[in-house]
């Protein structure tokens, strides 16, 4: 590990609590949705840039600018204290005229004489999966994030769980895989291994029970949301490295590049996190 990747990594993890102690000290979600919007608006510039390398044609000004709305749409009516329903609708809403957009902006764009050719839904298409892809999956971290009483502690506290349960997860699959790993685990990925899996469910589930008794819940069900959230987590990770193998690159971008990029900073939290909201409804955590 460089130096540049240490000192990154210090750094972040100081942000972290910084941010952490803002939410806490002044309940509010307003640090979270910060990072949410320019850690994920980062990520879906770096995911259409993989695109583009794949030799498609996506509309990153459109995805992100999408995006942001997203995000702020429902942090600020969260904050201005409209119900988690009505907020939830809104953005819906929102993403329904998303989706719309490139239809009705052929429909104005084109005539009878020239009726426009298959380009515009390409773009359109992979605009579009950009941001499923990364607001989407990120959104149900904003949701576990909004979780509890007027507060927001307890979402505080889930969050935290999530995160650090799967980074960590990500560093012991790692430390195990390379000091004990000799069985491959997949192709796109040649230098994970099985040993690293089991690191992985270990360092998660270890991590996320631990914190969940410390932060008065229930252990054993905090454990079963670890191994949960390791498996989605390592299929989050695992996918990733399949989108850089297809477009021939071996980091997702050259913005914290000691990293790897924010898209590999969070592609096992992307996964993640849809899990990990139905985990604490499903369970009752």
């Not at 490139?102 to 999966?129: S, W």
């Not at 670890?226 to 913005?255: C, H, P, W, Y």
Request: glycine letters at 12%; aromatic letters at 12%; proline letters at 3%.
């Amino acid at each position: 590990m460089t130096k540049e990747r240490v000192f990154i990594a210090i750094t972040g993890f100081a942000l972290f609590l910084a941010i952490l102690w803002f939410d806490y000290h002044f309940a509010t979600h307003l640090g979270s949705l910060a990072v949410l919007v320019v850690v994920g608006t980062l990520a879906l510039f770096e995911f259409y840039g993989l695109l583009q390398r794949m030799g498609l044609d996506p509309d990153p000004v459109t995805g992100m600018v999408a995006a942001i709305t997203l995000f702020l749409t429902r942090g600020l009516l969260q904050q201005a204290g409209v119900s988690s329903l009505t907020a939830q609708a809104a953005v819906g809403c929102l993403l329904c005229g998303a989706v719309a957009f490139p239809f009705i902006q052929a429909m104005f764009r084109y005539g009878p004489k020239n009726p426009g050719g298959r380009e515009d839904f390409d773009r359109a298409g992979a605009t579009l999966l950009g941001l499923l892809y990364v607001w989407l999956f990120l959104s149900f971290l904003m949701e576990l994030r909004l979780l509890g009483d007027e507060t927001l502690h307890k979402g505080l506290k889930l969050t935290v769980i999530l995160v650090l349960s799967v980074k960590i997860g990500d560093s012991t699959a790692y430390l195990v895989g390379r000091t004990i790993g000799t069985r491959p685990l997949i192709w796109v990925s040649p230098r994970k291994t099985w040993e690293g899996v089991g690191g992985s469910f270990a360092g998660s589930m270890v991590v996320a029970a631990a914190l969940g008794a410390l932060f008065g819940f229930c252990w054993w069900k905090l454990l079963i949301f670890g191994f949960l959230v390791s498996i989605a987590g390592q299929l989050g990770d695992l996918v990733e490295s399949l989108l850089k193998r297809r477009a021939g690159v071996k980091d997702s971008g050259t913005i914290l590049k000691e990293i790897g990029g924010f898209l590999d900073l969070v592609d096992s939290v992307l996964f993640a996190a849809p899990v990990a909201y139905l985990s604490v409804l499903a369970l009752g955590i």
